[in-house]
């Protein structure tokens, strides 16, 4: 059985519960003191992942390290109608795209949520205000794609590139980026959130309907 190294408030660790949720990927989770006890710089997850980060999924003889990698692995070999990762290299080159665009979302909404929860030092001003830059962006560019007709962030479905981006935007409120001023970043969250599947996290919950 998969094997995630995990922490329960982490949302580079909640993308991948969430899809292999959707999936229906059965997993087991080793839970990570990640705060306060800072367990993933400890010697013995050191021998894990050197660079000290969650999350870190083991499948068999396999053992990788990167959220958007793993979600490319989890994609690429349980979802056999590869709905979520497209056989395909125009699909895969934009969801890529997608995949970069997740980790500056982790560098800016997701430091400010670390500033404010959890009392990481930053130039929090700095930090939001890229979070904010970049926020615009994904607005006008999920407005853009309403327009014609495509309601997610790479292709004409959810991808992967969806699950990537949205924990730290859906959490952005914890690090007092509010969204209030991205309509289509909104209606996108919800769409998400009622996925077939959808499993939500201490600030991300499902529908209720």
Not at 93 to 105: F, Q
Not at 107 to 121: E, I, N, P, W
Not at 133 to 160: K, N, S, Y
Not at 185 to 191: K, L, P, T, V
Request: a negative charge.
């Amino acid at each position: 059985m998969i094997k995630l190294y995990n922490y329960e408030l982490s949302g580079n660790c909640y993308k991948l519960r969430l899809l292999m949720n959707i999936l229906n990927v059965p997993y087991e989770t080793v839970a990570i003191d990640f705060y306060p006890g800072r367990e993933h710089k400890s010697k013995r997850f050191l021998e894990i992942n050197p660079f000290g980060q969650l999350p870190v999924l083991e499948d068999g003889e396999l053992r990788l390290r990167d959220a958007q990698a793993i979600l490319v692995y989890l994609a690429a070999k349980y979802d056999a109608e590869r709905t979520w990762y497209p056989n395909d290299p125009a699909a895969m080159g934009k969801i890529a795209m997608w995949l970069s665009v997740a980790d500056d979302i982790t560098r800016t909404a997701s430091a400010a949520r670390l500033h404010d929860a959890l009392g990481y030092v930053m130039d929090i001003d700095k930090t939001r205000a890229d979070a904010h830059a970049l926020f615009r962006i994904i607005d006008e560019h999920l407005a853009d794609m309403e327009v014609i007709g495509q309601q997610w962030l790479a292709l004409d479905r959810p991808t992967i590139a969806d699950i990537a981006c949205f924990p730290y935007i859906a959490m952005s409120h914890e690090g007092d980026i509010m969204r209030d001023d991205y309509p289509a970043i909104r209606r996108w969250i919800e769409r998400i959130r009622r996925l077939p599947g959808f499993v939500g996290m201490s600030g991300i919950f499902a529908p209720t309907i």
